[in-house]
């Protein structure tokens, strides 16, 4: 089981690094709400979540009709964005496989509710701006 914990640390890590990759833009939840509400997608408060409620910037929870829900939170910076990972991780179930599932891209962390099919991927990746 520690295994398991130091793998999706260093998976985590490894993809925070990926996502620094291309440049200083970051993310708003104004503007990825805006295009969210135009791809009719339900967009609700995140609630009881305290790490999204912890983000600088905000947080949005999607709610696709695929039955799958993903919580983004916006972080001010990377360096932010690495600390809301830290907290999903340090508040994780020990049940719960979070390599999977959460995904940080620049200063926006997403924590889906199952493994995202390609469309809703597709979306929120077209949406995040």
């Not at 990825?32 to 009719?40: A, E, Q, R």
């Not at 999607?62 to 983004?72: A, G, H, K, P």
């Not at 972080?75 to 719960?96: P, S």
Request: net charge positive; hydrophobic share 40%.
């Amino acid at each position: 089981m520690r295994r398991r914990f130091e793998w999706t640390v260093i998976l985590a890590s490894v993809a925070l690094a990926v996502a620094g990759c291309g440049g200083g833009k970051t993310y708003s939840l104004a503007s990825t709400k805006s295009c969210l509400t135009k791809d009719h997608v339900r967009i609700r408060v995140p609630s009881n979540d305290f790490v999204a409620s912890t983000a600088a910037g905000g947080a949005v929870r999607v709610v696709f009709d695929r039955r799958n829900e993903v919580t983004i939170s916006f972080a001010t910076d990377q360096k932010e964005a690495q600390r809301i990972v830290l907290g999903y991780q340090r508040f994780a179930g020990k049940n719960i496989g979070l390599a999977d599932v959460l995904r940080p891209q620049k200063n926006a962390v997403l924590l889906w509710e199952a493994h995202p099919n390609d469309e809703d991927l597709a979306t929120v990746g077209r949406c995040l701006k």
